[in-house]
C-alpha cells in the first residue's frame, strides 16, 4: 500500500521569505501526485498536480513543486511567501486506474507566515 | 455552478442519536468520497462511491453507512453517534476517467458530547 509522509506538520516563516514543504510517497508503481491546500474553516482546494511529462509543475499564485522519481518526492516551494499564503497543504499519492484507484493523503503541514 | 455542496455546516449530537450528513454535486461527477478530518491525522476515506448504487468501505468504516440512490447525491449516516465521531467530515467528487483530482465540499463539523 501506498503512504506519503509529510515531515513537518508545522512550518513559520516571514513574509517575502522562500518556503519549502516536504513531501515523500512510498510507491513502486506509476502515481499520480497532487497538492492542496485547505484555508481556515474552509474545504481542500487543488494546488498543483503532477500526472506525467514536465516534473517541474507550477500553481497560479507562484507555488511550484518537482516531482523526483528516484527519491520518491513532491516538495512544494515558493520563493517569497505571502500574509494570505497561510494555511494547511496536504500532499496526496492517486494509485491504480478505475474503480480501484483512490487519493492517500498525508497528515498536512501547517504554513504560518507572519511579518 | 455550485460544485459540491453539504449540509449541514455544524451539528451537535448527544452520545447514541443518529444523523445523515447530505453531499451533492452538480458536476456529473461518477465517483464520490467520504473522509473525515482529525487534528495530526490527514485525511481518512470512509466510504466511497463509484457510481449510482454502489458503494464500498474505505479506511475507516465503522460506525458509517452510505447511499448512493441519486448520481448527484451521497449520503453519510450515522446510526449510533460516539464521542470519537467528533470530526470534521468532507465530501468530494470526480470524474470516473483521470486525470483523479477530487473537488471538496465545504465540510461538516461534528461534535458528539
Known amino acids: 500500500a501506498q503512504s506519503v509522509t509529510q515531515l513537518d506538520s508545522q512550518v513559520p516563516v516571514f513574509e517575502e521569505a522562500p518556503v519549502e514543504l516536504r513531501c515523500n510517497y512510498s510507491?513502486?508503481?506509476?502515481?499520480?501526485l497532487f497538492w492542496y491546500v485547505q484555508y481556515p474553516n474552509q474545504g481542500l482546494q487543488l494546488l498543483l498536480k503532477y500526472l506525467s511529462g514536465s516534473t517541474l509543475v507550477e500553481s497560479i499564485n507562484g507555488f511550484e513543486a518537482e516531482f523526483n522519481k528516484s527519491q520518491t518526492s513532491f516538495h512544494l516551494r515558493k520563493p517569497s511567501v505571502h500574509i494570505s499564503d497561510t494555511a494547511e497543504y496536504f500532499c496526496a499519492v492517486n494509485v491504480g486506474a478505475g474503480t480501484a484507484s483512490k487519493l492517500t493523503f498525508g497528515t498536512g503541514t501547517r504554513l504560518q507566515v507572519t511579518l | 455552478n455550485a460544485g459540491v455542496t453539504q449540509t449541514p455546516k455544524f451539528r451537535v449530537l448527544k452520545t447514541g442519536q443518529s444523523m445523515t450528513l447530505l453531499c451533492a454535486q452538480d458536476?456529473?461527477?461518477?465517483?464520490m468520497y467520504w473522509y473525515r478530518q482529525d487534528p495530526g491525522m490527514g485525511l481518512r476515506l470512509i466510504h466511497y462511491s463509484v457510481g449510482e448504487g454502489t458503494t464500498a468501505k474505505g479506511e475507516v468504516p465503522d460506525g458509517y453507512n452510505v447511499s448512493r440512490l441519486k448520481k448527484q447525491n451521497f449520503l453519510l449516516g450515522l446510526e449510533s453517534a460516539a464521542p470519537s465521531q467528533t470530526s470534521v467530515y468532507f465530501c468530494?467528487?470526480?470524474?470516473?476517467?483521470?486525470?483523479?483530482?477530487?473537488?471538496f465540499g465545504p465540510g461538516t463539523r461534528l461534535t458528539v458530547t
Open positions: 458536476m456529473n461527477h461518477e465517483y
Open positions: 510507491s513502486s508503481v506509476s502515481v499520480y
Open positions: 468530494a467528487s470526480r470524474y470516473r476517467q483521470g486525470p483523479y483530482e477530487q473537488y
